[in-house]
């Protein structure tokens, strides 16, 4: 196992009808914003929020984009100032969570708030040149709408710039708390249950098929997470007021990304970092991208993933039988098929993306630092290319 360090200070509050406790947490004098898309279903939560709050100023800042925009940031920081808010409320899924913790951190940043964003992958923690403009960091919470990126409990996300999608990761950007109700995902759009499913496995890969170094309770921690998502998967798209399907599901997406199955052991994120670029060229969701091409990756990279794919394949997907080649073939094969079990296209005809559109893909990872990928850092843009192109 290698070195780590560990924190996570984020109170989760997980259950049905648990708004009021965010009473608990947000000071009864305070300024609140509410951040969120606009998206006219939320409405009826927000309501019920506000309500909640009661006699706390709440102001509301609506228009965040998937894929949140740098500008759109920034106006949000103006109104922080300009309404003195000193809580911010995160209502929504990933792109409203990571929009909330730049905003957070940038409202008061003495200087360029795009020194926070990172390309390729985060800064570790802000550089103390950075740190030291951050001002004042106002405290946020989230309500969690939508299961699949864990920016509910973790302190990094994404924010596009000039067409970019940047990174940003500190300490100061953990939620001080988040409330989980399944209830609010019942009235999601099938697309979004199945893009959460597929971004929760994906980010459960990227952090377990790698090479081993005998952390066996992150690995057991990965695959647990891996074959819940296997075992009611379906059945959570079939059924979109099964409780408990719909809990599971959004505990996994929690975990999968809160650090606990990351700690002492190597990272991939490849498949996240071609991925990105799919949805900044062609407008994919970001679970479309890497649902894409994390199957096309595996095949790709499978000698040097070797170990850790029989191991996926003989305890995530009991492939007991057969050569070790077929076993991982297997293992490949049986992640698409669940991948469009729940709805999810596998290649890049799917969205009409052809062979002649790789090289505008690969300039674009050039343009965006991402020339030496994987765990190893050894996937250049030769080797990004031919995973592109059996992602065809």
Known sequence: ???????????????????????????????????????????????????????????????????????????????????????????????????????????????????????????????????????????????????ATGSEMNESGCITRNHVKCVMKDPSMFPKFSILDPTNTFSLPKNQITNGIVDTFVHATEQYLTYPVNARLQDRMAEGILQTLIEMGETTIAEPENYDERANLFWCATVAQNRSISPGVPQDWAAHAIGLELSVLFGLAHAEGVGVILPALLEERREQKREKLLQYAERVWHIDNGTDDEKIDLAIKNTREFFEKVGMKTHMSDYGIGADQIPAIIEKLKQSEKVALGERKDITLDISKKILERAL
């Open 1 to 147: 196992m290698l070195d780590f360090n560990f924190y996570n200070p984020t109170r989760i509050i997980f259950g049905k009808d648990r708004l009021e406790s965010m009473n608990d947490y947000i000071p009864a004098d305070a300024n609140v914003l509410i951040i969120t898309y606009g998206v006219e279903a939320l409405q009826p939560l927000i309501d019920k929020i506000k309500g909640v709050l009661g006699n706390r100023k709440v102001y509301e800042f609506v228009g965040i984009e998937p894929n949140p925009e740098y500008e759109t940031c920034l106006k949000a920081g103006a109104m922080v100032r300009e309404k003195n808010i000193d809580y911010l409320l995160a209502v929504g899924g990933g792109s409203v969570m990571d929009a909330t913790k730049f905003i957070a951190v940038a409202a008061y940043y003495d200087g360029d708030p795009s020194e926070m964003l990172f390309l390729d992958r985060p800064a570790p923690v802000f550089i103390p040149e950075i740190a030291a403009k951050v001002r004042n960091v106002i405290p946020f919470g989230t309500v969690c709408t939508l299961p």
